[in-house]
């Protein structure tokens, strides 16, 4: 249960955050993905910044410059905030803290979310991940990411935006929009924030105050940086002390807005997010965390009088040999069509031992299309230096002139400061498919002209054959003997005496010399069974002995055929299911009466002329006897 003065404050927030989603935010936030849509919309020129992928080359070929198709957007993004949680955030002098100005931004951006049904996640971090929530939509979950950012308490305190990045870029595998919320007081980030803006919409916002910016002439103040816990005095109502300070926090604010500005697919939130200047007057609140950070490190740049030379080097830096680190790129070929890659070849050559802090050309292409690249590992070279080799295939989509622009890599020097060395811009040249002085647009090639073979002489090889089959068919059934054409049917074997051959195969199959006595049941039963169905009509299969018995009633069978042949099949069912074992003079009843019950009901012979003039009749097998009269 959350404490009466925690839902107070998150209903406030909920209520101001909600005023200005309706009124201005509401659905004004896009991400610069177009969607997995399917659907096509529209053919248009092709503009900086779109996916090479969507380029319809049909069209490009037929007018020269290139063209993407755009199709309809299904749209349903993932929001993240990626939020800073470190100890810096407590302090403020602007009627709140920082912390509380995060949890504003993040409310507005949730509920914005929420009301375009986008999903919302939140990573918390310090100089570790402190939690994770993971993407969902509704009322209720935007309300527990306001809660985590007002009432969080972190284990840890410093701040580590590289490694936030790098989590973020591990967890969240599908392409979001991701906001990034801190005061960005740490250093190290610029490479993996160049990583997770290559694959995610990024937008990094900055929450700072602006006392952290100038010193108030207020004398000596005693600060404490609630991230390290060191301590310090400062004279703030010395002017040159204040002068430095401020042009140390103006100079680290331009390089902070150069790498957000200058970083492909980096945007950088505008507006100010603090109260106006109207309440400056108000007693500073908590003179600690992010204040005192920036004090420190503003003296220690004093203290220096390096503040010119805080900025990173280009080229070869002070104490250092010429050349000691060397960047070459080489592009070929120079001149390509529209379309066709240039592949590049940047070498990095340093000494044995040089700590590489940065290296990563694709990231300075600019408007140049990276379609693929190659990362060769370092190998040594002569004299202790060591090379390291990327090959990339870029390529541009405008014609005319067009350059490889400068590309950079930093490394730290023996005193441990950051240099970065460049190189020389490459020139190469993008021209058109079209012949020279030709403004039509390539048509379609015409339709290869296939060779047509004469059909009808085959046709009439097909029919010849089978004019042939059918008279050799015809020859060889005028030859067949009239005897063999008018064979007679052979007539069908009568029911009785298939009973009687399969009861004496039944009785030399050897089922009882080898004490099978149930197998021999079973198939004396079936016999008969098969036998009242081809004499009777009565169907016998997975009937039980009542059912069978029923239906030699109703097909009318006489009374002692139905008496015997219900006793028969009592017999077999005891030595079936109840397992009966018989005595052999029981087995032989069993037999005797299974030839009885087919004596019994076999139709009787048809009598026949003798030129005697006597009848013959005979039976059809088994046991009967042959009689005559005279």
Same mark, same amino acid.
């Given at each position: 249960m959350l404490p009466a003065e925690i839902l107070r404050k998150v209903r406030r927030i909920e209520i101001r955050t909600n005023r200005l989603v309706n009124e201005s935010l509401g659905g004004e936030y896009h991400s610069v993905f177009k969607g997995r849509g399917m659907e096509f919309s529209e053919v248009r020129e092709y503009q900086f910044g779109d996916d090479i992928r969507t380029i319809d080359w049909n069209v490009t070929s037929r007018m020269g410059h290139p063209y993407v198709k755009k199709h309809v957007e299904e749209r349903e993004l993932t929001v993240i905030l990626l939020v800073d949680f470190s100890a810096s955030g407590d302090f403020g002098t602007r009627r709140?803290? /920082?912390?509380?100005?995060?949890?504003?931004?993040? =409310?507005?951006?949730?509920?914005?979310?929420i009301k375009n049904n986008d999903r919302v996640g939140l990573i918390a971090f310090t100089d570790r991940i402190e939690t994770y929530l993971r993407p969902?939509?509704?009322? #209720?979950? =935007?309300? %527990?990411?306001i809660r985590e950012v007002l009432y969080f308490r972190p284990r840890g305190r410093r701040t580590d935006v590289a490694q936030a990045l790098r989590y973020m870029y591990r967890t969240i595998t599908k392409r979001s929009v991701v906001f990034l919320v801190s005061d960005f007081l740490g250093d190290g980030f610029a490479q993996p924030l160049r990583v997770a803006a290559r694959k995610h919409d990024l937008i990094a916002i900055t929450v700072t105050d602006p006392r952290e910016e100038d010193l108030p002439p207020i004398g000596l103040i005693d600060l404490?940086?609630?991230? *390290? @816990?060191?301590?310090?005095?400062?004279?703030?109502?010395?002017?040159?002390?204040?002068? @430095?300070?401020? &042009?140390?926090?103006?100079?680290?604010?331009?390089?902070?807005? @150069?790498?957000?500005?200058?970083?492909? &697919?980096? %945007?950088? $939130?505008?507006?100010?997010?603090?109260?106006?200047?109207?309440?400056? #007057?108000?007693?500073?609140?908590?003179? $600690?965390?992010?204040?005192?950070?920036?004090v420190l490190l503003g003296l220690l740049a004093l203290g220096a009088a390096a503040a010119p030379s805080a900025a990173p080097v280009t080229g070869a830096a002070a104490g250092a040999a010429p050349g000691e680190v060397r960047l070459e790129v080489a592009a070929e070929p120079s001149a390509i069509h529209l379309g066709d890659p240039v592949r590049v070849t940047v070498r990095l050559v340093y000494p044995q031992g040089t700590r590489i802090t940065a290296f990563a050309p694709e990231g300075d292409l600019g408007d140049l299309a990276l379609l693929d690249r190659r990362v060769e590992p370092p190998h040594a070279l002569d004299l202790g230096r060591v090379e390291e080799v990327r090959t990339l295939r870029i390529t541009a989509y405008q014609l005319g002139a067009h350059e490889v622009p400068a590309l950079h890599a930093s490394y730290a020097d023996a005193s441990g400061k950051e240099v970065t +060395?460049?190189?020389?811009? +490459?020139?190469?040249?993008?021209?058109?498919?079209?012949?020279?002085? #030709? *403004?039509?647009?390539? #048509?379609?090639?015409?339709?290869?002209?296939?060779?047509?073979? %004469?059909?009808?002489p085959w046709l009439l090889l097909a029919l010849a054959l089978a004019g042939a089959c059918l008279w050799a068919w015809w020859r060889r059934r005028r030859r067949r003997p009239a005897a063999e054409q008018a064979a007679p049917a052979v007539p069908a074997r009568p029911p009785h005496e298939i009973a009687y051959a399969e009861l004496q195969r039944l009785l030399s199959s050897g089922l009882l010399e080898e004490g099978r006595v149930k197998e021999f049941y079973i198939e004396l039963a079936e016999i +008969? /069974?098969?036998?009242?169905?081809?004499?009777?009509?009565?169907? *016998?299969?997975?009937?039980? &002995?009542?059912?069978?018995?029923e239906a030699l009633r109703a097909a009318r069978v006489p009374v002692?055929?139905? @008496?015997?042949?219900?006793?028969?099949?009592?017999?077999?069912?005891? +030595?079936?299911?109840?397992?009966?074992?018989?005595?052999?003079?029981?087995?032989?009843?069993a037999v005797e009466q299974a030839y009885r019950l087919v004596d019994e009901t076999k139709p009787a012979p048809a009598p026949r002329e003798e030129p005697g003039g006597g009848a013959l009749a005979v039976a059809g097998g088994g046991r009967a006897q042959v009689g005559g009269s005279a």
């Open positions: 709140q803290f /920082k912390r509380e100005i995060e949890a504003e931004i993040c =409310a507005l951006l949730a509920f914005s979310a969902k939509k509704g009322r #209720d979950h =935007a309300l %527990r990411v404490e940086d609630t991230e *390290t @816990g060191e301590r310090v005095v400062v004279d703030a109502s010395d002017r040159r002390t204040r002068e @430095g300070f401020r &042009s140390w926090a103006a100079a680290r604010r331009a390089t902070r807005e @150069g790498l957000f500005l200058h970083r492909p &697919s980096v %945007r950088r $939130a505008a507006g100010a997010l603090l109260p106006q200047e109207g309440a400056q #007057d108000e007693p500073v609140r908590r003179p $600690a965390g992010a204040f005192a950070a920036a +060395v460049a190189s020389a811009p +490459v020139r190469f040249e993008v021209t058109s498919i079209l012949t020279s002085g #030709d *403004t039509t647009p390539a #048509d379609i090639k015409p339709p290869a002209a296939m060779p047509e073979g %004469r059909l009808w +008969v /069974k098969r036998y009242l169905t081809a004499r009777f009509g009565v169907e *016998t299969f997975e009937r039980t &002995s009542s059912e069978i018995l002692r055929v139905t @008496g015997a042949t219900g006793e028969f099949l009592g017999a077999c069912d005891l +030595v079936k299911f109840a397992k009966h074992l018989p005595r052999p003079d029981e087995t032989r009843a």
